[in-house]
């Protein structure tokens, strides 16, 4: 009983890394076991023409959950369960940089989906505009579905879990190597690892732009989405996000299969160091190609060009990678096991799937394909093909090391076989279907679409039920496999030196890299990290600063579709933020859990001497750039582009945004000054920093408030989307500035009664970036929306 | 009704562009394809039976770097120029579709854009949630598309609620409806007969069901039936 309730605390709290992995493992399969079976239900409705299986708005309902479950719960989180569980360990160390915000990712992830999932059950339905939720279809007044609300929610809790998980890794690949572990010489699963996280890191913020400019549509009944040309703004913003985001999701497969071709040809890949840069230079340019998702929405042709340059451009250094993958092979002793299948069978399909892409990048060659099933067979062969076949064959390769035991060789095989099949069977035929439109829940039985659309759907059934066989595998296996030891297929890299499964912090000794080799050497023989980490690791903060959120939205959600009990759990779902946002923070994690490793442990180029909690916010703020460039974005086309004529000047009093504007600076001059005192050892100067600068911020807000008091008391409303998006901007820089206070009140008490001990100084080092990050903000926002 | 793979090329001048440009990326595609799936069956073919393969992974080494030579260089070159051929040949056909109805036509990339054009035939159309309408320059407004083969036709297309994609596909004509904005389309269609409109941007729970039909007409009947100011006509149907 007693051991129940411990593997109950455990499973709850846990912030080890690899535990953490184990659960967004469970969850991700468990999403794509719903989300599957939307798609299960839809293709029956496709099978066969003028079918009534599903009428078309729960047809809508399942297509849009399907996708967003798909591509938001199920792969990304399922290439993350193995960077949490097995990046730390390829890079030599004991666990993440920072283990309660792995935690917390984690927590966010699965309270997001939980909200996705619970829109479902609003009356009324849920979300039906498709996961790219084009505007003005995704405003209140073309989808009054309350769901829809959640799934907004649902999404913006996902972009939270994503962002703190983002820095998580950038800063653990920095900060966390082995002694002598250069860069290159990393798997190529971390480096693909970390080009996904980059690409998160710049691309989530745009789509939280929008989700938040449709919160303020559908909440506040602003008029944003709804304004002339509004629509094209949510183009922008998502696509700035929606195309990193394939290659998010691609990459931590792409980069495995790379690996495990490697691993099971015997050869080290072929030109190491221009696969890594082709990864770059694809990571990089996908910035840059997104129009070709706005090919017909009447953009210009010069601008059509450049896309279509740019879109043909990427095939390059795919096609490098490719045929790089194959090459490598060659000369090897080649063994076909189940990963390795997989991992060839991935890119089997990563070819088809490329060149499809290659013909929708002519702006003319889609004419046919835009909105068309050629469109629906090529993402998917990209994304799931590639991407979910290469991550199924990494669960068959880590499976062993992840449970000590050995899975069944023989139906893992026979599972490739069968969804290698059943996927072509159910995608090949698109291509064919290029005249047919997607989303749509019928079609009459003239156009001759019957036929190919119910091969589809035989292979959906084989490739969906296919993985019924991995899982009864893996499950039977994880207790009666045989016993496996270190390394069963002779990988080189660190997590196949250290026991299966792992102990608890990895390593049973000091991870060193000498050269090419990588080494756990013993200190004079003690075990210097078992011993350093006295305190347990167990928190309860993650869970419930997660769980507040969740029912507060919840009820937000339920209160605004008119359900019942919605006002009980937004007080409840308040109650727990804030007071888990106290715990969370009284909570000395670091210190009660001694799990740093002393630097000089550490390899940490280029960042050797910065701390860890400021480059964390670093990175943390190029990311939240993008979102406030995303907002001030939307007031610049709204002016520009879409005719708001009335500008800043006209409906603000520029010298109160002028006074708020010095009064923001100023205060990061003092908050500048708490950190230097801090810094010094001197705590008057500290104190005498942090609270004036507490005061000025507050003022701020004040003379911030009174100003748009001002702007509404004369009759402004956010029916005009220049006010409405310049106030959203405004709301967005108090929400962080308001954020940023609880901190510096925290640390205020904290410094008053304790001194500086633990990380106070490097806390309030990196606070006094964020206040002038957020001061720089505050100069932004008056040039544009006050003067423009 | 034909289907693909077909050739469209018959019905309409955007059409004829279409089908000859992917039939080079095809060709490209397939070249390229069989050589790369070649590849990728026959090495792990070869050499999961080879006996003189090499075991260069080590446990706890980090793999050497290989392949410091030309034929990387090779690799890298060869993806480069087919990248370019590509290019080139989606470059031309880009201009090609603009500057095809300039020459044969008379009709500039400007005045297409403006949508007002001699010679040619301007259509506003209006897409709304669930359902299209036609307007023809005299003002007759119609439900079904009517259309003169063998001359220019502009399509000044916007909408009145939520993004939709006016479509109709076997001519090669597709153009988003955007609340607020006209876009323009245009096509010369060849080929008299019955075609399908269909709207392919999800617009709501209406979505499937916005099917319409584009008549192509000979020039004289559609004449006569413009100056009858659009009284319904009865076509056989064909095409
Ligand atoms: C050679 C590389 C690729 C090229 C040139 C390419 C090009 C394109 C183009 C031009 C479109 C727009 C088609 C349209 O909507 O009309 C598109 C759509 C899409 N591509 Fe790719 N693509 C490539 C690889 C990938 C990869 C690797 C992924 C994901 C792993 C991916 C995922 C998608 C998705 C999800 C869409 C559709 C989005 C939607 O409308 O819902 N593509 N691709
Ligand atoms: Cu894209
Ligand atoms: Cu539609």
């Known amino acids: ?788 | 009704m034909f289907h693909y793979p077909f050739d469209p090329s018959q019905f309409s001048e955007t059409a004829r562009v279409w089908w000859n440009l992917f039939g080079f990326y095809l060709t490209v595609a397939i070249l390229l394809g069989i050589a790369v799936y070649a590849a990728l069956v026959l090495i792990p073919f070869i050499y999961s039976r080879s006996r003189k393969a090499v075991d260069e992974i080590k446990p706890g080494v980090v793999p050497g770097e290989r392949g410091r030579n030309a034929y990387l260089a090779v690799i890298v070159v060869l993806i480069l120029a087919s990248f370019l051929a590509v290019f080139v040949e989606s470059y031309i056909s880009v201009n090609e579709l603009a500057s095809l109805i300039e020459e044969e036509y008379g009709v500039t990339i400007e005045q297409l854009q403006a949508g007002e054009a001699d010679g040619a035939l301007v259509v506003e159309v209006r897409g709304f949630q669930w359902g299209w309408t036609f307007k023809y320059p005299n003002g007759i407004e119609s439900d079904v598309l009517y259309l003169p083969a063998g001359r220019p036709v502009i399509f000044k297309v916007t909408s009145d609620d939520v993004f939709h994609a006016f479509s109709i596909p076997d001519l090669r004509v597709k153009v988003d409806a955007i609340p607020g904005q006209v876009n323009m389309g245009w096509t010369v269609p060849q080929t008299p007969g019955t075609y399908r409109i269909q709207c392919y941007e999800l617009c709501g729970v209406g979505h499937a069901e916005m099917i319409s039909k584009a008549v192509v007409l000979p020039p004289e009947l559609f004449d006569f039936w413009y100056e009858s100011l659009g009284e319904e006509l009865v076509v056989e149907e064909g095409g």
Do not use: C
């Open chain 1, 1 to 788: 009983m007693a051991h129940r309730v411990l593997q109950i605390k455990r499973w709850l709290f846990t912030t080890n890394h690899k535990d953490v992995g184990i659960l967004y493992l469970v969850t991700a399969l468990y999403f794509f076991v719903i989300a599957g079976t939307l798609a299960l239900l839809f293709r029956i409705q496709l099978s066969v023409p003028e079918n009534d299986f599903l009428p078309a708005g729960k047809f809508n309902q399942a297509v849009t959950n399907h996708g967003l479950l798909m591509v938001f719960w199920f792969i990304s989180p399922l290439g993350f369960a193995f960077a949490n569980y097995f990046v730390p360990i390829q890079l030599g160390a004991k666990d993440m940089a920072f283990p309660r915000l792995n935690a917390l990712s984690y927590w966010l992830l699965l309270f997001g989906g939980l909200l996705m999932l619970a829109g479902f059950f609003m009356p009324g339905g849920t979300a039906d505009f498709g996961w790219t939720a084009y505007a003005p279809l995704n405003t209140e007044t073309f989808t009054p579905n309350p769901g829809a609300n959640l799934v907004a929610f649902g999404l913006l809790m996902l972009i939270a879990s994503v962002t703190v998980g983002t820095v998580n890794f950038l800063v653990t690949i920095f900060q966390l190597r082995a002694k002598g572990y250069k860069m290159l010489g990393l798997p190529m699963f971390v480096w693909g690892i970390f080009f996904t996280v980059l690409m998160m890191l710049w691309a989530f913020p745009s789509l939280q732009a929008a989700l938040t400019l449709l919160a303020v549509d559908r909440i506040l009944g602003a008029n944003i989405f709804t304004a002339p040309k509004g629509g094209i703004i949510w183009d922008h913003l998502f696509w700035f996000f929606g195309h990193p985001e394939v290659y998010i999701v691609l990459f931590p497969g792409l980069a495995l299969a790379l690996d495990l071709i490697s691993v099971f040809s015997r050869r080290p890949l072929l030109g190491r160091k221009v696969i890594i840069g082709a990864l770059a230079a694809a990571a990089a340019l996908s910035f840059g190609v997104y129009a070709h998702h706005m090919f017909m929405t009447g953009v210009s042709l010069s601008y059509l060009k450049v896309h279509m340059f740019t879109t043909e451009l990427i095939s390059v250094p795919f096609g490098i990678i490719t045929i790089l993958a194959i090459l490598s092979m060659i000369g090897g002793a080649i063994r076909l096991s189940t990963p390795m299948l997989f991992a060839l069978g991935s890119i089997a399909v990563f070819i088809i799937g490329g060149f499809s892409g290659v013909f929708n990048s002519n702006p003319v060659l889609d004419i046919a394909n835009r909105g068309s099933y050629w469109v629906v067979a090529h993402f998917h062969y990209v994304m799931v093909g590639a991407a979910l076949f290469a991550l199924f064959g990494g669960l068959y390769y880590w499976f062993p090391k992840m449970t000590g035991r050995m899975y069944n060789e023989t139906l893992g095989k026979i599972h490739f076989i069968i969804s290698f099949i059943g996927f072509n069977i159910l995608y090949f035929p698109m291509f064919f279907l290029i005249d047919m439109p997607r989303r749509i829940y019928t079609y009459p039985e003239w156009t001759g679409w019957g036929p190919l659309n119910f091969i589809a759907t035989v292979g959906a059934f084989i490739f969906g039920l296919s993985h019924l066989i991995m899982f009864a595998n893996l499950l039977y296996s994880m207790k009666h496999g045989p016993r496996v030891d270190r390394n069963p297929w002779g990988a080189w890299s660190y997590e196949w030196m250290v026991e299966s499964p792992p102990p608890e912090y990895n390593f049973e000794g000091i991870p060193v890299v000498q050269g090419n080799r990588l080494m756990v050497v013993m200190a004079n023989g003690a075990k210097p990290h078992v011993e350093l980490h006295e305190g347990n690791h167990l928190s309860p903060w993650p869970l419930l600063i997660s769980l507040g959120p969740f029912l507060f939205l919840l009820g937000l959600g339920m209160w605004l579709g008119q359900v019942k009990f919605a006002l009980p759990l937004i007080v409840v779902g308040a109650i727990i933020s804030l007071y888990s946002v106290y715990g969370w923070f009284r909570d000395d994690f670091y210190e009660r859990f001694k799990f740093e490793e002393p630097p000089e442990y550490k390899e940490r180029w280029p960042f050797t001497s910065i701390h860890r909690v400021k480059l964390g916010m670093y990175f943390f703020l190029f990311g939240d750039a993008v979102f406030f460039a995303g907002l001030v974005g939307a007031y610049i086309f709204m002016r520009l582009e879409a005719g708001a004529t009335l500008s800043g000047l006209v409906t603000h009093n520029i010298l109160l945004g002028l006074l708020a504007t010095l009064l923001m600076l100023w205060s990061a001059v003092f908050m500048y000054i708490a950190a230097r005192g801090a810094k010094l050892g001197d705590k008057t100067l500290a104190l005498a920093g942090l609270s004036l600068s507490t005061v000025l911020s507050l003022a701020y807000v004040v003379v911030t408030g009174l100003d748009w008091a001002s702007v509404f008391a004369v009759g402004f409303t956010l029916a005009d989307p220049a006010i409405a998006t310049s106030a959203t901007t405004a709301l967005a820089h108090v929400l962080h500035l308001l954020a940023g206070l609880l901190v510096a009140l925290y640390l205020t008490l904290k410094i008053w009664v304790r001194g500086f001990t633990g990380h106070v100084p490097e806390t309030l080092d990196a606070l006094a970036v964020y206040w002038g990050f957020l001061a720089a903000i505050s100069v932004l926002v008056f040039g544009v929306t006050y003067v423009f």
